[in-house]
């Protein structure tokens, strides 16, 4: 049946009233499907004569157009895509903390401690669901770095989240996204996945190189060793901050996330690292930001991000990321045996050897002719005899330690071995030290006759030296007979551990000394390395610091601020770690770190825990004091004891404050032991304890005065 040129076609009301309803349909999740059939040519209808009979050809054609173009209307306007392929700006990407952007690398954290690095995408991402479930991609390109004279650790997160900034937020372990508040609470609306490379035990980790699923909480909901499946079904771990570049994929169809990584270069594996299903719906907001954050604490690593891709619609999105002529940035690692000084040293070291030989036979023939002769002093230089009163012969030390047998072995020194003796009737600890020049020598020589005149009941007496040969010192000290304090806090069971009341004694006693080298001499004298293996106790169990090796002395009208990297890690403040310069700020942080081990327990580090300062920092603001108390000490939850324990924390996490300038001074913090001691009674807090001895002078203070 044909229809006439000029007669009105009935299909054209119709379909006026039928727009709005397909305007509307183009939000369903059908509309792929719908897309589809309509494009399908010839159209299939039951009664083609029908249809012939009310609409031409030609409307057929009018109606099928109209509804692609609407349908692709809406997909374009719901969907939200991106690409950045090394070309990160300032303007393209919002930056937070220390986020930077340097030659189109978007880089979160660089070699500073207890930062926060975040960047987002300018715009939110509308959110949609579809029976509580959502869809997207996204595909990014990433290198994380060591840094030079730090351990690397922590690490970074792929997130989405509903607000900018960094407010709320923690550093370290908490890699930016949490603080120890926020962190479970289920009004975060936070998704995210952690690469994390330092083990938390706080948040039950399964190493320190792991994959993790974030739902509002530190606490993964699923986690894996970072590496990929290969076609094999062999798994190849990788390691996060090696400095090597690797690509991840993350792909969300109707709320299943699988997540893939693999070394840069390579094909997506088939096998996904992590697959699970996640509610969407009662987690994400209907707009949400999408970015990464990263952190750092004592340990430091950079966290880079070179290509980022995103789409809510195209699942294949990676497949446009750039993934080659990108920078390195791992560490150099070149062959030896391919250098050109490898090369010569074999040449000359082959010319050589019939020499080396002659030397070798030479020396050993002297070695056998000597025998078990006992050693003899060297000749004496000119500049010793201005430090003669306090030299011993080197006959008599040797003859002291039985020869330096392994039988009168006691400890160990950051130098060496730490022997016992006798000197005549008085038992003696013999250390060697290791001296590289001349110079060098005579400007340690010069310090050590100086601290031979530092007469403190709670420092390890200095009773003299002697010299074998150059480069080499032997230094005697006051023997300690209950030995260091770290062998009674760590390797005794709860019949021989200290008492709290010991353990108080101790730190009084170490703050006194303290105290002593700061301001109570001529100089100002800093330790640089206060721990618990350089607290020693006496026969009276009185506390003495010593290991003196690494104290710097400066005169009181100067600058104390000395470059040089020197102390023990977990100890170290930040501002050390970071630039080397030892100040009597940095003891003060050793002394908090050494409270803290002396109520806990337990090491300034320990493998696979925190950090102790970090931890303790979660312990108060969770008020559970008790959970950290040493468990040998038997305390009770209420009670003098306990309140004094925590008063000795909260002293404890002040010294060892990350800002220098927060710290208490030495003088501070015995006006503050006392206050604790004197106020056990009429438990005053802490805060009131430390305003009042924040204004106590100690300059001409009865503790240095009693002490010299």
């Known amino acids: 049946m044909t229809q006439n040129p000029g007669s009105t076609n009935p299909l054209h009301g119709w379909f006026d009233n039928l727009f709005p309803w397909l305007l ?35 409307s057929i054609t009018l109606f099928c157009a109209v509804i692609s173009i609407l349908i692709s209307i809406s997909l374009s306007v719901s969907a939200t ?76 997160a792929f997130l989405f989240t509903p607000s900018t ?33 330092f083990q938390n035990q706080e948040f039950n980790d399964s190493n320190d ?22 076609e094999h079904g062999e798994f190849k771990e990788l390691r996060i901050n090696n400095g090597e570049i690797y690509q991840v994929w993350i792909e969300c169809l109707n709320s299943l996330v699988n997540i893939t990584m693999a070394e840069l270069g390579m094909r997506k594996p088939r096998k996904p690292l992590i697959s699970l299903s996640v509610n969407f719906s009662e987690l994400l907001l209907d707009e949400m930001f999408v970015g990464f954050t990263a952190s750092t604490g004592q340990l430091v690593q950079s966290h880079k991000i070179l ?52 030397i070798v036979v030479y020396v050993l023939v002297i070695i056998k002719r000597r025998g078990t002769k006992k050693p003899m002093d060297d000749d004496i230089e000119d500049w010793e005899l201005e430090y003669w009163p306090h030299r011993f012969a080197y006959d008599d030390v040797y003859a002291a330690t039985d020869g330096f047998s392994e039988a009168n072995v006691v400890g160990f020194g950051r130098n060496g071995m730490v022997y016992k003796g006798e000197l005549g009737r008085s038992k003696v600890a013999v250390k060697k030290i290791s001296v590289e020049s001349e110079c060098g020598m005579r400007e340690f020589m010069a310090e050590i006759s100086s601290l031979r005149r530092l007469k403190h009941r709670n420092l390890v007496k200095l009773i003299g030296w002697c010299k074998k040969e150059k480069g080499s010192l032997i230094l005697m000290y006051e023997f300690m007979e209950n030995g260091s304090l770290d062998k009674k806090l760590f390797e005794c069971d709860e019949n021989t551990t200290l008492s709290w009341e010991k353990r108080m004694k101790v730190l009084s006693d170490v703050a006194t000394g303290l105290l002593y080298l700061h301001q109570g001499w001529d100089y100002k004298v800093i330790h640089s390395d206060i721990k618990a293996n350089n607290v020693l106790l006496d026969r009276d169990m009185n506390a003495r610091l010593g290991d003196f090796g690494l104290a710097r002395m400066q005169p009181n009208k100067r600058t104390v601020d000395k470059k040089r990297v020197v102390g023990t890690v977990g100890y170290l403040a930040p501002e050390v770690v970071r630039t080397g310069r030892v100040s009597m700020q940095g003891d003060v942080f050793g002394f908090g770190v050494l409270v803290l081990e002396v109520v806990c327990g337990r090491r300034a580090m320990e493998e696979g825990k925190p950090l102790l300062v970090d931890w303790m920092r979660g312990v108060m603001e969770r008020n559970e004091i008790v959970v950290a108390v040493d468990e040998r000490l038997k305390v009770e939850e209420v009670g003098e004891e306990i309140d004094e324990m925590e008063r000795m924390v909260c002293l404890g996490l002040l010294c060892a404050h990350p800002e220098a300038g927060a710290r208490p001074t030495m003088q501070q913090v015995m006006n503050i032991l006392g206050e604790i001691n004197k106020d056990n009674s009429n438990h005053r807090t802490f805060e009131q304890i430390k305003t009042s001895s924040s204004s106590t002078s100690f300059v001409e203070s009865d503790v240095l005065k009693s002490g010299r």
């Open 165 to 197: 900034g960094i407010n709320g937020t923690s550093s370290a372990q908490n890699l930016g996204l949490f603080n120890f508040t926020t962190n479970g609470n289920p009004n975060n609306h936070v998704f995210a996945i952690e690469f994390d490379s």
């Open 307 to 358: 290509s980022w891709s995103f789409s809510t619609s195209n699942l294949s999105i990676g497949d446009a990321l750039v993934r080659t002529n990108l920078p390195s940035f791992a560490p150099h690692n070149d062959s030896i045996f391919n250098s050109i000084a490898f090369i010569v040293g074999i040449i000359v070291g082959g010319s050589g050897l019939v020499i080396i030989c002659c």
């Open 209 to 230: 190189n792991h994959v993790g699923v974030d739902l509002n909480s530190l606490e993964s909901t699923a986690s894996s060793t970072a590496g990929f499946w290969n």
């Open 24 to 58: 509307s349909l183009t939000r369903s999740p059908f509309v792929l499907l719908l897309q589809l059939s309509l494009s399908i040519s010839p159209i299939c209808v039951p009664n083609r004569s029908f249809v012939e009979g009310i609409m031409s050809c030609s």
């Open 81 to 156: 895509e991106f690409i950045f392929n090394t070309n990160f700006t300032s303007t393209n990407i919002l930056l937070f903390g220390n986020a930077t952007v340097d030659s189109s690398v978007l880089i979160l954290t660089r070699d500073s401690t207890f930062t926060i690095g975040r960047a987002l995408y300018p715009s939110k991402i509308p959110i949609r669901f579809s029976d509580s479930s959502f869809s997207f991609a996204t595909s990014f390109i990433f290198s994380v770095t060591p840094q030079p004279n730090h351990l690397p650790g922590h690490g970074f």
